[in-house]
């Protein structure tokens, strides 16, 4: 499934359009995949998309 952001490989494709959307607006943004054990309600393991981003938003823009 193409929309599927709960697999690894859907992590991986939200952590790049994250990155590339705020790169190409001039902005530093550090995203990891934490990879997370099973998850009984979920009946999978799951990858967790997190950032060094507060309130959504950039902290602080690219070197020059």
């Known amino acids: ?3 599927d952001y709960c697999t690894d490989d859907g992590a991986r494709r939200i952590k790049a ?9 001039g902005y530093d943004v550090d ?3 934490v990879g997370a054990s099973f998850v009984a309600a ?10 060094d981003m507060v309130n ?5 823009r690219k070197a020059a």
């Open 42 to 51: 979920m009946r999978s393991a799951r990858t967790d998309v997190r950032s």
């Open 56 to 60: 959504g938003l950039p902290r602080h």
């Open 31 to 33: 995203v990891a995949l």
């Open 17 to 25: 359009k994250i990155e590339d959307y705020w790169r190409d607006r």
């Open 1 to 3: 499934m193409s929309g």
